[in-house]
């Protein structure tokens, strides 16, 4: 036993090491540092040089006040000259806008083409307006504030009380589930190489001379799933870069440290680290039985897990559905929706122990048979593995 432990601990190690090279990740963090600093500087730099006040010439003004616009944003002219030829004013880029103000009901504003600074103005013209109109019709302070104030509503929920839950067990649930799938498309993409390749080379005959195709598998597994983690180590340390940098610049982006209930972030970040050990064995098995990875129609197998997340969302409607209880404890769909349903509402110990006893167990068993249908496939030329052999493969009885 602890023979074949050293031969799986060697497999995995070496499996990782033909992956990971600490050098490429350190350059990948440096290198999106550097782009972020591109980024956000960049934009520091073009707003404060290059993006100046825009020019505005103002006919016919006598009831706004325009003063009271963003002066940081536009420079007001007032000269009547302006209203004449008005195309070659703003083709000589004189003035980047002509405002014709009628009365208070009709604006005209001419400007070369749309730009989002000239929603902006409309939109404190439209504000200014509506000041005015408010003024002029005598209607006090006290009763638009009345008008407009939002009624005092507060909803009890009798069963599970949702002002209980903070905006951190929400953002933890979010991110452990987007690096769970992250990381399953990591896996999947060597996996698929690693295995698919080695069987086209012909090399994992040699190999499986000396060990087990369990244990060859097993190694796979568990050095795939190692490299998978410290791949998003890499991309969680740019993202946290991208994220400081940003603030750096007042881009207003921070990083959110209250992470809520100790006790629901340690399940929720169980049940993500099983979900993706599950998917990652269940493609080992699949990459088992594909001959060539470019025509083999079983590459559609891989938006599996997407409909995990799709089948989360629903989840956030109605979390305490009969339908989303089982999908809970379903074990390809439990990771995800568990997480939602924890975050949600109460869920039994009883309902966490079954979804977690279940996902070990298929995890357990896909790992069995990926090595089964391992077993088969390397010996097999030319072809992929049918799936009624690929069942037959399963349910030989005998101890790899």
Do not use: H
Request: with cysteine; proline share 2%; net charge positive.
């Amino acid at each position: 036993m602890n023979k074949r432990l050293k031969l799986v601990y060697d497999v995995a190690i070496w499996e990782f090491s033909r992956w990971f090279k600490l050098k490429e990740q350190i350059i990948t963090i440096i290198v999106f540092s550097f782009i972020s600093l591109l980024i956000f500087g960049g934009i520091s730099v073009y707003n404060k040089y290059f993006n100046s006040k825009k020019v505005i010439a103002v006919i016919n003004n006598s009831e706004l006040v325009i003063e009271k616009l963003n002066s940081a944003k536009y420079t007001f002219r007032t000269d009547d000259s302006l209203s004449k030829n008005y195309k070659e004013q703003l083709k000589s880029k004189k003035v980047d806008a002509i405002l014709y103000i009628f009365n208070l009901d009709t604006i005209k504003i001419y400007t070369q083409s749309n730009r989002n600074w000239v929603n902006e103005l409309i939109k404190e013209l439209t504000d200014q307006r509506s000041e005015i109109k408010i003024k002029q019709s005598n209607i006090t302070n006290e009763a638009i504030n009345n008008i407009f104030n939002i009624p005092f509503i507060k909803t009890i929920y009798t069963e599970n009380d949702d002002s209980k839950i903070s905006s951190g067990e929400k953002i933890a649930a979010g991110i452990l589930i987007g690096m769970m799938l992250m990381g399953i498309f990591l896996g999947l993409a060597y996996q698929f190489t690693a295995i698919t390749g080695e069987k086209q080379l012909r090399i994992t005959e040699v190999i499986v001379s000396a060990i087990s195709p369990q244990t060859w598998i097993d190694g796979k597994i568990i050095g795939i799933s190692l490299l998978s983690f410290s791949l998003l180590i890499t991309y969680s340390l740019s993202t946290v870069i991208f994220v400081i940098i940003s603030a750096l610049f007042d881009s207003g982006w921070t990083i959110p440290l209250d992470f809520g209930n100790p006790k629901i972030l340690f399940i929720l970040t169980i049940f993500a680290f099983l979900g993706f050990i599950f998917w990652n064995t269940f493609f080992s098995a699949i990459a088992a039985t594909i001959n060539d990875p470019n025509t083999s129609a079983r590459g559609s197998l891989i938006m599996l897990p997407i409909l995990n997340i799709v089948l989360a969302f629903f989840a956030f409607g109605n979390p305490d559905s009969l339908l989303i209880r089982l999908l809970s404890m379903f074990p390809p769909t439990s990771s995800p929706i568990l997480a939602v349903r924890l975050i949600l509402t109460d869920v039994s110990i009883i309902e966490i122990a079954i979804s977690f006893i279940l996902l070990v167990f298929t995890i357990y068993f896909l790992r069995k048979a990926a090595g089964k249908i391992f077993e088969v496939s390397i010996l097999m030329y030319g072809k992929e593995l049918s799936w009624s052999e690929i069942k037959r493969c399963i349910t030989i009885d005998k101890t790899m």
